[in-house]
């Protein structure tokens, strides 16, 4: 991703900081949530971005484990691999709330 450390915090902090992120408590509340609904959440707040760029990562009992945004090497969002998309919109998910 870059050379130097430095430059590698100051991409990722811009990266981060272009981003808004969706309730994760009022979605983990939603009867028969999916990693579509996720995914919709995430569009809703982020317009810029296309759902094939949206990846979700998952453990093997369906419980969010996180996102991955696609980037090209100019860092613009691009569609994700197959392996990096991670479940169809229609797979159940869970989001964990804590204690």
Do not use: H
Request: hydrophobic residues 35%; glycine residues 8%; positive net charge.
């Amino acid at each position: 991703m870059a050379k130097k450390p430095e430059t590698y915090f100051k991409i990722s902090g811009i990266l981060w900081r272009s981003l808004q992120w969706p309730d994760a408590d009022r979605l983990s509340r939603k009867r028969n949530l999916t990693a579509g609904d996720l995914r919709d959440a995430f569009l809703v707040v982020n317009p810029a971005w296309k759902r094939e760029q949206v990846g979700i990562e998952t453990n093997s009992r369906g419980w969010l484990k996180g996102m991955r945004l696609c980037y090209s090497r100019r860092f613009m969002p691009q569609r994700c691999r197959r392996d990096d998309f991670g479940p169809p919109d229609s797979v159940p998910l869970k989001i964990w709330r804590g204690l």
